[in-house]
């Protein structure tokens, strides 16, 4: 039955409509209404086993309240966190809190999505009896039996196309990160393959209209028969793409898997920045058009397999290769090339600049792979000691001012130039520092006054590591490492810092005050000092508010912080001492 024989003309309403056999939508599995399917289409439903029957697709668990069991990783202290588990016996044994979760996350395809650990403490202790005590039970657990296992995982809820991912060992999964498992791995290979498919989202708008990509649902997905595809084949390239998006993902800091930041890595390296940039971009793009080829072999295969060659070509769509590197994907797909290149460039600069404070704080290191200081309370000794001769040191008391001009030698923006002229030399610096500012479109200083937190906040999702305490009207900043706090930070702040920089702002409007009154300045420096004093008053006034109200009493309370209780509940204790994160407050965002 053809969509052609179907297909019969209304001719009073001048339109066409379907007809089709009931019994044929009992052909797919739970019988879905879906007049436009051919006969091909149902015959994959009939002449194949369902994925069901070959991997087992699960639910996780439901914490009841991810606000008290799950973080984002970088909130709390790397020694708190395993990445290699490989049961639940051993979290009872080992005394570590927190653990790798998949949780859902983006539109991403082979590897990725790994922000969330969830507090597996002694095997889900806590939440295994969560509101139990308070009469009704709230949290869930399901299939704890797969907790650690590699497979698949998939976003449950989406608002598009369906995307799966591989599962390393080592991770439990919840609700909304469901998972597939099966001690073949070739299998496993092939459901990955089918699900990163064109195919999928062909079976899945019929199973799956709603875009709520349940375990029952996949299951329903037909499954080859293993000896129709060549299956060596198959597997090289899935574990090739698997391979390329892991790189992918690791490329940037926000994965706990980053060393170093791909612009600063040698292969990549030239004389200048621009070249350094133009070569890695060279390697970006090579990359992303050979994850497009191996995508379209991987589709022609299947649907060859399936006989679906009339139904869908193999062809994908850059802004569907899911790559970070890949500006297609990353950003909106309505835009030009030459705006996703602006954009890709602005990105990378902000990323370097984003890795040039984590150096600053001594988060990385240029002379070591992956985190340096990472855990509570890290101090300067402790980087010492595993830095012994830095090439690039870092900040020594744990606060970076961001201000409107050089008030002090460790200014962000003072770091950050010093920090340029290491990692790419003296002699193009420059050359190097215009290259930036052009690519964010403002002066370093500006950036880091106006825009570096508001990209922290982003490239954190609302959970920085970084805080900014901030005045009023944001006349002083001062940035800290959330890893190096102790309870005397915010002596610093206001002893070394705040106070400081209002004697140097009182010692400038004095000096103004003395031009305004001299009769050897001319009527326009006058003008111009009176007009500056008057700025300086209201910075002063500013600044004496913020200390008086806000900055000295919290200094007084040496106030401790539980990495574990996460950003959420710490950042709130600061008050109105740290910029506002707008969201923070709420329940659930």
Not at 232 to 240: A, C, E, L, N, P
Not at 323 to 345: M, Q
Request: hydrophobic share 35%.
């Amino acid at each position: 039955m053809s969509n052609e024989e179907q297909k019969l003309p209304d001719e009073k309403a001048g339109r066409f409509f379907f007809r089709a056999s009931a019994a044929d939508f009992k052909k797919i599995p739970g019988s879905p209404i879906a007049y436009w399917v051919s006969e091909k289409f149902l015959g994959c439903f009939m002449d194949n086993p369902a994925i069901g029957d070959q991997i087992a697709l699960k639910a996780g668990m439901s914490t009841g309240d991810n606000t008290i069991f799950q973080r984002t990783w970088p909130e709390v202290a790397a020694s708190t966190i395993s990445f290699s588990t490989s049961d639940n016996n051993e979290t009872v044994l080992n005394g570590i809190t927190w653990y790798p979760c998949h949780s859902g996350g983006e539109y991403r395809k082979w590897y990725g999505n790994h922000d969330v650990i969830v507090n597996w403490y002694k095997n889900g202790d806590e939440i295994r009896v969560f509101g139990i005590d308070k009469g009704r039970q709230k949290s869930a657990v399901r299939n704890d039996s797969f907790y650690f296992k590699q497979g698949i995982t998939w976003s449950k809820i989406s608002s598009g196309r369906f995307a799966a991912r591989w599962r390393p060992s080592g991770f439990l999964f919840d609700d909304t990160g469901r998972c597939g498992f099966s001690s073949d791995s070739v299998l496993t290979m092939l459901a990955l393959g089918i699900f990163c498919s064109s195919l999928s989202n062909m079976f899945l708008e019929v199973l799956c209209p709603t875009l709520s990509f349940t375990s029952g649902e996949l299951a329903k997905i037909p499954f080859l028969k293993i000896n129709t595809v060549p299956t060596d084949s198959v597997v090289k390239t899935i574990t090739y793409l698997i391979s390329t998006a892991k790189s992918d993902w690791d490329a940037y800091e926000t994965s706990w898997d980053f060393t170093s930041l791909p612009i600063l890595q040698p292969e990549y390296h030239q004389r200048t920045l621009k070249a350094t940039y133009d070569n890695l971009h060279t390697h970006w793009q090579e990359m992303t058009q050979e994850m497009q080829c191996l995508e379209e072999e991987n589709n022609r295969i299947f649907i060859d397999a399936y006989g679906l060659n009339d139904e869908l070509t193999p062809e994908v769509p850059l802004n569907e290769i899911t790559l970070t590197c890949n500006p297609h994907y990353r950003y909106s797909n309505s835009k030009n090339a030459e705006e996703l290149e602006a954009l890709l460039l602005a990105d990378t600069m902000k990323e370097f600049l984003s890795y040039a404070v984590g150096c600053m704080f001594g988060r990385y290191s240029l002379d070591a792979p992956g985190l340096i200081l990472a855990n509570q309370g890290d101090t300067i000794e402790e980087y010492l000691r595993q830095i012994p001769d830095p090439t690039f040191p870092p900040d020594s008391d744990n606060v970076i001012p961001i201000l409107d001009g050089d008030w002090f030698t460790d200014d962000i923006t003072e770091r950050f130039r010093k920090f340029l002229r290491v990692t790419f030399g003296d002699e193009h610096y420059e050359e190097n520092l215009k290259f930036i500012e052009v690519a964010l479109g403002k002066e370093i200083r500006k950036y880091f006054l106006k825009d570096f937190y508001n990209d922290h906040l982003r490239r954190y999702k609302k959970r920085p590591i970084y805080w900014l305490f901030s005045s009023p009207k944001g006349s002083f900043n001062a940035l800290i490492y959330m890893h190096r706090y102790r309870p005397d930070t915010a002596s610093v702040v206001l002893n070394g810092y705040l106070r400081e920089f209002r004697t140097k702002l009182l010692s400038r409007k004095s000096q103004l005050e003395s031009v305004s009154i001299s009769a050897s300045a001319s009527p326009g420096e006058k003008t111009k000092a009176l007009k500056e004093i008057e700025s300086l008053r209201k910075m002063i006034e500013e600044l004496e508010s913020y200390e008086r109200e806000v900055l000295y009493p919290l200094a007084t309370q040496q106030l401790e912080i539980d990495l574990d209780d996460g950003v959420k509940v710490n950042y709130q204790k600061f008050g109105p001492a740290l910029k506002k994160i707008p969201g923070l407050e709420a329940k659930e965002e």
